[in-house]
């Protein structure tokens, strides 16, 4: 499969496109004010203990307060800055966490949130004002703050570096056992202390000395950033993550992508050092884009990028799937649509819930959607072909980067599935509340409005002395009320006596009025 990274940096924000066969299947943006903070490592401090949650509140100078669970907490203790290094015994760190390092974000050695059997009670472990030393396990997800953990990792390009955690661990997309044997060999022979790494997918074939460079990097991180712990007064940023552009470059060249065009030329001059420091064999990948118009509308991404914040995305049969991004979980809806079939109603039914799978998927990945996603297809009866959109839908999240749990269709049809989310979805990221409806999805219909200004001029009524009501409302509603519903006006004047002038105001939203009565 033929993949490429498209990177925007000319402009405000930064935009990163990975490409599979000339599709857009991944975008990650990042912005000057509120930037991706997973990796982040801060000196913290706490503020509020909650004993009913068994978690804390955490000040990191950050915009709203963090937060940590307590078997976030290592070995039911703040972590300092030469910390308490578990051994394999005490950790619930297990080998299938080792997928988690695909992810952005660090890996939490706590990650299973199945309790500890010797987990202290958060009120022992931490106390108010005590100084922490914390990582950024996720960012701020639109009212939720940070989320934090005190087992540190440090993702370098081949290795990651756990020094909590006693461990060696081989990335899971290492298949070939005899490379997973000679990887952790030579990771146990090379660490001078009880650290722990993680040996990342691109570290396969990688030999000795390249590791115990990067390895050598790595404990001289840490140092650093203890170091920093002793000197810096909370709250205070320790470390802080490589920027999109050099994560995307470091996690998706070579293994996710071929090649990489910048159009910036200070972020290709950047991105170039990066590669020549760190992954010296893949420098002619990196190409600065030189044409005229932007490069996502060489490209044609801007197109795809819009597409992907609409709620209603046709398939190619004619049918169609809608997407809902609650606060709570994503909802998707498959439905017919336009197709009607050729034969019979399952054949029909089948057909297009297998389209819509596929476009799920896609969709999922390019939105970034997490947590919790029930989709709705549409009724089958057959329960082989239950089974085979199950299958099907398996299948096209197995490219998916993500860690996701599905269940089977349920005999309503639906289908309850996770994803691990690290950061804000695509929608969330790009858009806002609208300001109109503020953020209901919906307005009362014109006719409504209309039969409230009734109601409510039937309710105030006028007083004797009164000469008439001045009704101010938005220029659609006066158009409605002095045509199709002029006969709700005649029955008002007759109902109170006395004349009522309406006034178009385009300032007024669409469902707001004014009543004022005139002596």
């Not at 940070?146 to 081989?170: E, K, N, W, Y």
């Not at 044997?181 to 146990?188: C, N, S, T, W």
Request: charged letters at 30%; proline letters at 4%.
């Amino acid at each position: 499969m033929d993949k490429e990274l498209i990177i925007n940096a000319l402009g405000p924000e930064i935009r990163v496109a990975l490409l599979e066969n000339s599709v857009l299947t991944e975008i990650y943006v990042e912005r000057q004010d509120e930037s991706n903070i997973a990796g982040n490592i801060y000196k913290g401090r706490i503020q509020r203990v909650l004993p009913g949650m068994q978690a804390a509140f955490v000040e990191a100078g950050l915009k709203q307060a963090a937060f940590i669970y307590v078997d976030d907490v290592l070995n039911g203790q703040a972590s300092p800055p030469e910390g308490v290094y578990i051994n394999n015994e005490n950790t619930c760190f297990e080998e299938e966490a080792v997928g988690l390092i695909e992810d952005n974000g660090p890996i939490s050695a706590f990650a299973s949130r199945t309790p500890r059997p010797d987990r202290r009670p958060i009120e022992e472990v931490l106390k108010e004002g005590q100084e922490i030393l914390v990582q950024v396990a996720r960012s701020p997800i639109g009212s939720k703050g940070a989320r934090l953990t005190t087992c540190v990792s440090l993702p370098g390009r081949f290795l990651v570096l756990m020094p909590s955690v006693d461990h060696i661990g081989i990335s899971r997309r290492i298949t070939d056992e005899s490379e997973r044997i000679r990887l952790k060999e030579m990771a146990e022979d090379m660490r001078t202390r009880s650290y722990g790494y993680i040996v990342r997918t691109a570290g396969e074939g990688v030999d000795r000395e390249v590791l115990a460079r990067e390895m050598e990097f790595l404990d001289n991180l840490w140092n650093d950033i203890q170091q920093r712990y002793q000197e810096e007064s909370s709250p205070a940023l320790l470390h802080e993550e490589l920027t999109v552009t050099l994560r995307c470059v470091r996690d998706l060249l070579a293994h996710e992508a071929d090649k990489v065009t910048i159009d910036s030329p200070a972020v290709y001059k950047t991105v170039r050092n990066f590669i020549e420091k760190f992954m010296p064999r893949l420098g002619n990948s990196v190409v600065q884009y030189t044409g005229s118009e932007p490069i996502f509308d060489a490209y044609n991404l801007e197109i795809d990028i819009q597409r992907a914040l609409k709620k209603k995305v046709w398939l190619k049969c004619g049918g169609y799937i809608i997407i809902e991004i609650t606060e709570a979980l994503v909802a998707i809806d498959v439905n017919t649509g336009r197709y009607v079939g050729k034969r019979n109603f399952a054949e029909t039914v089948l057909k297009t819930n297998l389209e819509a799978v596929k476009e799920i998927a896609y969709q999922i990945r390019l939105r970034n959607l997490g947590g919790i996603i029930i989709i709705d297809f549409i009724d089958m009866e057959s329960r082989a072909d239950q089974e085979k959109v199950y299958n099907t839908l398996q299948e096209a999240l197995s490219r998916d980067k993500a860690k996701t749990n599905v269940l089977p269709m349920s005999d309503m049809g639906l289908i309850q599935m996770t994803r691990k989310r690290v950061v804000k979805s695509l929608p969330r990221m790009l858009c806002e509340p609208c300001f109109y409806c503020e953020g209901e999805g919906m307005l009362l219909s014109r006719r409504t409005v209309c039969y409230n200004i009734f109601r409510d001029v039937c309710r105030k009524g006028a007083e004797p002395d009164s000469s008439g009501i001045h009704l101010k409302v938005h220029p659609v509603i006066a158009d409605l009320l002095l045509g199709q519903e002029s006969g709700l006006i005649s029955m008002l004047e007759d109902r109170i006596g006395c004349q009522i002038v309406i006034y178009p105001d385009d300032n007024y939203h669409l469902e707001q009025y004014e009543i004022t009565e005139v002596r």
